[in-house]
């Protein structure tokens, strides 16, 4: 019945008190209206008999009274079946009211409790319905976002296939600029060629000028016809020096000549400390490529190498020309790594290498690889001011851990950043050194030469 269902709220306490009094009263019983009025008949005739012979005899009195009973008798049997009778009747019809009321009240309870499960029917029919609505304009929002992502990815691939397009543009033209390049490469060759033989002239002239000087006092009889020639070469040498000079301000030629050799020592310290295990690789391939690059414009470069760490010591190569030996000099350190950087120990065994009496004339350069830290002991002011006055700058290539150039992961307060600024030297990460090495090599030759065509 409704009273059963776990879905609908159960019969209110006030509507269940009344359905239980209704039912107290159905079951109570109910005096007969005919059992009364039959009692009440009897009565009545019994007087009415005593009043109609109250003279009779004695005899006919007894006789009268056995009549009278017989009378009453059968009377009483009849009264008494006929008040039977209607004593069942009545039972069964307080039996049927009291069944009726029962059914009643019961129909009542199903009444109310389908009532109550109408109206929370209803509740629930508008909850749906309101939740439907919003279903429906969810839906239609997601639709509408839908539509909006799929123009987005639309424009999102026409935007990749310009940037595919203008990538192959620039492929295209790379092509061009290689091509360019390497016809200004072969010409500055055969400029560079040139100028090794105007050197070569000009150092014959200056030998010439040499042995005419140291002769003079004792050619003073020859003087006048000498006088002449001195003049005339020195015409033809300031002519000479003119179109180098020329040569060199219209087409920075030996900067484009990769074969220009020149006196010139380079220090690499290289770091090994424990920051650094997981850039190994990284460093092996920026030292492999700044040992090519200087091969590649100087064949005449020595190279000094210098490992440092709190776990490594005394582990340095010194300057020579770049070999076998130059490349695999690297795996020493990194099979002992580990612990702080030692850039104070570093610095001074540069300045000892470039204090050399054999280096003298030579360009002198200093390049650092690390990750960008530089704890442990600092290099000392006198250590600046001896490589500073041995004419050497302090570059610094720095492999970061997140790839980027930037500050040391340690934010510490000492860096690869303050010993180059301290020696008015670079710092170039992980993207940018080799275009940086190439400028500053090109810029040691340029210098070397310009130096030696003003002699």
């Not at 490469?185 to 150092?203: C, N, P, T, W, Y």
């Not at 050497?392 to 970061?400: D, G, M, R």
Request: hydrophobic content about 30%; charged content about 25%; overall charge negative.
């Amino acid at each position: 019945m409704a009273n059963n269902d776990n879905n609908n709220p159960g019969m209110p306490l006030a509507a269940s008190s009344n359905a239980s009094m209704k039912m107290k009263m159905a079951t109570a019983p109910v005096p007969s209206d005919k059992t009364t009025n039959i009692a009440t008949d009897s009565t009545a005739t019994q007087k009415a008999a005593n009043e109609t012979n109250p003279q009779s005899q004695p005899g006919d009195l007894t006789h009268h009274q056995a009549m009278t009973s017989d009378k009453s008798k059968k009377h009483g049997k009849t009264e008494n079946s006929r008040k039977l009778e209607l004593s069942v009747q009545t039972i069964q019809l307080a039996e049927s009211l009291r069944t009726e009321r029962d059914q009643r009240t019961a129909l009542e309870a199903d009444l109310s409790s389908a009532m109550e499960k109408l109206s929370s029917l209803t509740i629930r029919n508008e909850y749906f319905e309101d939740q439907h609505k919003k279903d429906a304009e969810s839906l239609t929002q997601q639709d509408v976002r839908l539509q909006s992502e799929r123009d987005l990815r639309a424009n999102l691939e026409a935007c990749l296939q310009d940037a595919m397009n203008e990538r192959d543009n620039l492929a295209a033209e790379f092509g061009n600029l290689k091509e360019l390049y390497s016809e200004d490469f072969e010409k500055g060759k055969e400029q560079a060629e040139k100028i090794h033989r105007l050197d070569d002239e000009l150092k014959d002239i200056r030998s010439q000028l040499e042995q005419l000087s140291a002769n003079q006092k004792a050619l003073q009889e020859e003087y006048d016809d000498a006088k002449s020639t001195v003049v005339s070469l020195r015409q033809s040498l300031k002519s000479r020096e003119d179109e180098i000079q020329q040569l060199t301000a219209s087409g920075s030629v030996e900067a484009k000549d990769p074969g220009g050799r020149f006196p010139q020592t380079i220090v690499i310290g290289v770091d090994t400390s424990g920051s650094t295990y997981s850039l190994v690789d990284n460093i092996k391939q920026a030292y492999t490529n700044v040992l090519h690059a200087i091969s590649q414009f100087n064949g005449d470069a020595k190279v000094g190498v210098i490992i440092h760490s709190s776990s490594v010591w005394n582990v340095t190569l010194p300057p020579a020309a770049i070999s076998h030996a130059t490349r695999r000099f690297l795996e020493n350190g990194f099979n002992r790594m580990g612990g702080e950087e030692r850039y104070a120990y570093c610095l001074e065994q540069a300045v000892n290498m470039f204090s050399s009496e054999e280096l003298d004339d030579s360009k002198k350069l200093l390049l650092l690889i690390g990750d960008g830290d530089a704890v442990g002991p600092r290099p000392t002011r006198d250590t600046y001011i001896r490589l500073k006055g041995n004419g050497a700058l302090a570059h610094s290539i720095v492999i970061s851990h997140d790839g980027k150039f930037s500050r040391p992961m340690y934010g510490i307060e000492y860096s690869m950043w303050d010993i180059s600024r301290a020696t008015g030297g670079r710092v170039e990460g992980k993207n940018t050194y080799l275009s940086a090495l190439d400028e500053i090599l090109r810029h040691e030759r340029e210098q070397h030469f310009l130096s030696s065509s003003s002699l």
